[in-house]
């Protein structure tokens, strides 16, 4: 991957993190995002471009690392801090997460520096975003903020890259793969070894307890291959040929979720237990995942009908449930009978019902209309077909549909 991409990538995230480091010290500053969404490099940018002196580190070099070294690489930003003076200085720390009991140690470092009025802002990066929460609550309740930042979106690949939209729903939107796309295997194993293997293998198992390690990957490819369709744990269960429980199941796909790969919508109901019981509707958060575990070249995933369809509503559901991450929204799906809608997003007091259609669509929608008798939807919207054209969703963010 190029260390530095062009001057629009995340650029309102950019533009938030500068903002908040030339601010007066008030909060630790908290990048987060799965793998390969450009968080290291985003940093080094903003860093680059500030008139402050920073010092940078990551705990992801082969040597093991612990509280000594975290402690010694703040100790190296405060001597530049008290040499710069007025102005201070940044410390950025990536890949914390993999130093046992960071957050302690992070509390005690930085409140120091609270006491005594020392002029030092603080970055911190991470791979595994449980991990990373998990530390941020139990030991720093009120002293950080965060910047998240989700997979590429069809404009930033577009823009950054060249993308088509049917380039873009084959190969999604991871940027350190864009330059393989011509090589379908090549692209592929990147993605199965560098991205899908290392989230799991170092994000997921390594730093979180996993009974049955096995089951969690056999999860994942299930997830992928049922992409944009409601799934009972049971059901899943049958497919994986094991004895786990439907707890456990639940539990890993929350973990997987938790690492930017796959999750399960819930049911739109007016309770919140009933969504809780629901089954959940499995879907990719980039439709590059879908693509490689199906193994299919190009030109067979474009002409494989049924494939194409799960791909397009896949993109759709991955753009809604990237915004849902990041605090815009809340997504579900909706089913009743044989009436169903493909996607319900909730934002504050506006729901709006999504049917997406990768060819020519029915004059009549009867999921639509179901759920409009059993709810009060501000609107309603018809993606693909003779609706919105794909091209044109994807390239606005979810926020200008709501």
């Known amino acids: 991957m190029s260390n530095s991409y062009p001057p629009h990538f995340q650029r309102e995230q950019v533009e938030l993190l500068a903002g908040r480091l030339d601010e007066p010290r008030r909060f630790l500053q908290v990048v987060a995002g799965p793998r390969q969404v450009g968080k290291t490099t985003l940093v080094q940018q903003v860093l680059a471009q500030s008139s402050v002196a920073s010092v940078y580190a990551s705990a992801d070099e082969p040597a093991l690392k612990g509280a000594t070294w975290l402690a010694a690489q703040w100790e190296r930003a405060r001597l530049v801090a008290e040499r710069a003076g007025e102005p201070g200085a940044i410390l950025a720390l990536d890949e914390v997460q993999k130093?046992?009991?960071?957050?302690?140690?992070?509390?005690?470092?930085?409140?120091?520096?609270?006491?005594?009025?020392?002029?030092?802002?603080?970055?911190?990066?991470?791979?595994?975003?449980l991990l990373m929460q998990q530390g941020l609550t139990e030991s720093l309740a009120g002293r950080f903020e965060v910047v998240r930042l989700p997979h590429w979106s069809f404009a930033e690949m577009r823009d950054a890259f060249g993308f088509t939209i049917e380039k873009y729903l084959l190969f999604g939107g991871y940027p350190?793969?864009?330059?393989?796309?011509?090589?379908?295997?090549?692209?592929?194993?990147?993605?199965?070894?560098?991205?899908?293997?290392?989230?799991?293998?170092?994000?997921?198992?390594?730093?979180?307890?996993?009974?049955?390690?096995?089951?969690?990957?056999?999860?994942?490819?299930?997830?992928?291959?049922?992409?944009?369709?409601?799934?009972?744990?049971?059901?899943?269960?049958?497919?994986?040929?094991d004895a786990g429980n439907t707890t456990t199941l639940a539990h890993y796909l929350e973990l997987l979720a938790g690492a930017g790969m796959l999750t399960g919508i819930p049911k739109y109901a007016g309770q919140a237990v009933r969504r809780r019981a629901s089954s959940p509707k499995?879907?990719?958060f980039n439709t590059a995942l879908l693509t490689a575990q199906s193994g299919l070249l190009p030109e067979a995933a474009r002409a494989d009908r049924e494939f194409w369809g799960r791909l397009t509503e896949s993109a759709v559901?991955?753009?809604?449930?990237?915004?849902?991450?990041?605090?815009?929204?809340?997504?579900?799906?909706?089913?009743?009978?044989?009436?169903?809608?493909?996607?319900?997003?909730?934002?504050?007091?506006?729901?709006?019902?999504?049917?997406?259609?990768?060819?020519?669509?029915?004059?009549?929608?009867?999921?639509?209309?179901?759920?409009?008798?059993?709810?009060?939807?501000?609107?309603?919207?018809?993606v693909g077909g003779n609706g919105i054209p794909l091209e044109e969703f994807l390239g606005q963010p979810v926020e200008a549909w709501l």
């Open 99 to 129: 130093v046992p009991h960071w957050s302690e140690t992070v509390k005690r470092l930085w409140d120091e520096d609270t006491r005594f009025g020392r002029r030092l802002q603080v970055v911190i990066l991470g791979s595994a975003p």
């Open 176 to 241: 350190g793969a864009a330059p393989l796309v011509g090589e379908a295997e090549r692209w592929r194993r990147y993605i199965l070894d560098a991205l899908v293997e290392t989230t799991i293998s170092r994000d997921v198992l390594l730093l979180t307890r996993v009974d049955k390690p096995a089951l969690l990957r056999r999860l994942f490819e299930l997830g992928c291959r049922y992409s944009g369709q409601v799934l009972s744990y049971t059901k899943m269960l049958g497919q994986l040929q």
């Open 282 to 284: 499995l879907q990719v």
């Open 317 to 382: 559901g991955a753009h809604l449930v990237n915004a849902a991450v990041g605090g815009s929204c809340e997504v579900f799906y909706w089913r009743e009978r044989n009436r169903e809608v493909d996607f319900v997003v909730r934002a504050g007091d506006v729901v709006v019902a999504f049917e997406v259609k990768s060819g020519r669509s029915p004059a009549a929608l009867p999921g639509m209309a179901a759920f409009i008798k059993a709810f009060a939807a501000t609107r309603t919207l018809l």
